[in-house]
């Protein structure tokens, strides 16, 4: 099972990315995604969440609003578009594939089996 992230990069405030998560070894929709982020000095943060089966879309309430969780079977890719950039968005994306985390626990990074490389997003002026 492999996951790979890209798409990281340095925008200003505002500013507008997407990540993309590249997924080989498993079927997607068997399998849930979540997004991460860790910056200095924090700790890991689910940013958000798909569940391809279940039809379900959750988000940080940080990023509510300002980041779009997708993804394209076909190319067994998961997007997370990015808008509103903030500073406090600074920190390295990883993708994660889970096949028992649900709507209470989605943001539990220890209960993803499979973890890719992340891709660093830097947000600032």
């Known amino acids: 099972v492999q996951l790979q992230a890209s798409g990281g990069g340095s925008v200003q405030p505002g500013g507008s990315l997407r990540l993309s998560c590249e997924v080989s070894g498993i079927t997607l929709n068997k399998y849930d995604i979540g997004w991460f982020r860790e910056s200095p000095g924090k700790e890991r943060e689910g940013v958000s969440y798909i569940s391809s089966s279940a039809g379900s879309r959750y988000y940080a309430a940080s990023v509510k609003g300002r980041f779009t969780i997708s993804t394209d079977d076909a190319k067994k890719t998961v997007y997370l578009e990015m808008n509103s950039l903030k500073p406090d968005d600074t920190g390295v994306y990883s993708c994660?594939?889970?096949?028992?985390?649900?709507?209470?626990?989605?943001?539990?990074?220890?209960?993803?089996?499979?973890w890719g490389q992340g891709t660093q997003v830097t947000v600032s002026s």
């Open positions: 994660a594939a889970s096949d028992v985390v649900g709507r209470s626990s989605w943001f539990l990074g220890s209960l993803y089996d499979f």
